[in-house]
């Protein structure tokens, strides 16, 4: 696993992004494998791989400089073209395009910067990278979040909110598809686990899950991508469901694996007696139940 996250982070940045994102691939399967074993050390060098890809604060120096070059190059060949010809270089548009033409040509040229908007710029990370890392984090996380941690669990869900209100553009749709997929698995994990009596001793809490949801309202109802809406949407109906259902006992508690209410404090009283009165039975000194006086007609 070590060597599948190295080459995956890839730090003395030899391999393209090709290769980079098959060994995503890769980690991806080793963790679907591993399941609820996927914990301790392993879980731990994984997710911090992870979140410092997916982060915004990757830096590549050597991508930068060839990003440096390659740009230098272009520079000076347009330049070179623009003397040859004695005008500027166009991009070949007569003007005399018809209205579907120009439509097809528009949609080309938006598909076209989104994905140029997907390569590395000024040596960041490449928005692809950083979709991966993120998707498999939120695998991760739905596959065993005791495993991962809270620490991690709770930075992998801030950094979702922040890509989500702070990186609007086209083409970085994907990243925020990614992230509000994290936070549905997210929602899905502690469901998992309050259905099957599993105490994470850590949560979301009511506050946290309202801020939550409004910012994926907002989301919802002004993001420039379709599927980011659709998902949003998705997300706080899940996680308006989890709040209901949090409130109600599991079928754990219902059958007696997770202890329940016990004796009152402070009441010789125990819940569990007879339920026509109220489900309580009222206690002597010894803690046995006292007889019960009914009134007979």
């Given at each position: 696993m070590q060597e599948l996250l190295e080459n995956y982070m890839d730090s003395q940045e030899r391999l393209s992004t090709d290769v980079r994102l098959r060994f995503?691939?890769?980690?991806?399967?080793?963790?679907?494998?591993?399941?609820e074993t996927f914990s301790g050390e392993v879980a731990e060098s994984a997710g911090e791989t992870l979140l410092s890809i997916a982060g915004r604060r990757?830096?590549?120096?050597?991508?930068?400089?060839k990003q440096a070059r390659d740009q230098r190059l272009a520079d000076l060949k347009r330049r070179k073209a623009e003397a040859a010809s004695g005008m500027d270089v166009d991009d070949g548009d007569d003007g005399d395009e018809g209205g579907g033409?120009?439509?097809?040509?528009?949609?080309?040229?938006?598909?076209?910067?989104?994905?140029?908007?997907?390569?590395s710029k000024r040596?960041?990370?490449?928005?692809?990278?950083?979709?991966?890392?993120?998707?498999?984090?939120?695998?991760?996380?739905?596959?065993?979040?005791?495993?991962v941690g809270p620490t991690l669990v709770s930075a992998g869900?801030?950094?979702?909110?922040?890509?989500?209100?702070?990186?609007?553009?086209?083409?970085?749709?994907?990243?925020?598809?990614a992230a509000v997929l994290l936070i549905l698995g997210f929602a899905r994990a502690l469901e998992k686990a309050r259905s099957a009596?599993?105490?994470?001793?850590?949560?979301?809490?009511?506050?946290?899950?309202?801020?939550?949801?409004?910012?994926?309202?907002?989301?919802?109802?002004?993001?420039?991508?379709?599927?980011?809406?659709?998902?949003?949407?998705?997300?706080?109906?899940?996680?308006?469901?989890?709040?209901?259902?949090?409130?109600?006992?599991?079928?754990?508690?219902?059958?007696?694996?997770?202890?329940?209410?016990?004796?009152?404090?402070?009441?010789?009283?125990?819940?569990?007696?007879?339920q026509s009165q109220g489900g309580l039975r009222i206690l002597d000194d010894q803690g046995k139940p006292r007889p019960r006086i009914e009134e007979i007609e």
């Open positions: 995503g691939e890769a980690i991806l399967q080793v963790i679907e494998r591993l399941g990757g830096h590549r120096p050597k991508t930068m400089a033409l120009a439509e097809d040509k528009a949609n080309n040229d938006l598909l076209a910067s989104i994905l140029q908007g997907w390569e040596g960041s990370e490449d928005i692809r990278m950083r979709t991966s890392a993120l998707s498999i984090f939120g695998s991760a996380v739905e596959a065993n979040i005791m495993g869900v801030d950094l979702s909110i922040n890509i989500l209100t702070m990186e609007p553009g086209l083409e970085t749709g994907i990243l925020r598809r009596g599993q105490r994470l001793g850590f949560g979301l809490t009511e506050q946290s899950r309202q801020e939550m949801q409004t910012t994926l309202n907002y989301v919802a109802g002004t993001d420039n991508d379709g599927l980011v809406q659709q998902h949003a949407r998705d997300v706080v109906e899940s996680l308006e469901h989890w709040g209901m259902r949090s409130l109600l006992p599991t079928e754990a508690e219902r059958d007696g694996a997770v202890p329940g209410l016990g004796r009152l404090s402070g009441l010789r009283v125990s819940p569990g007696g007879d």
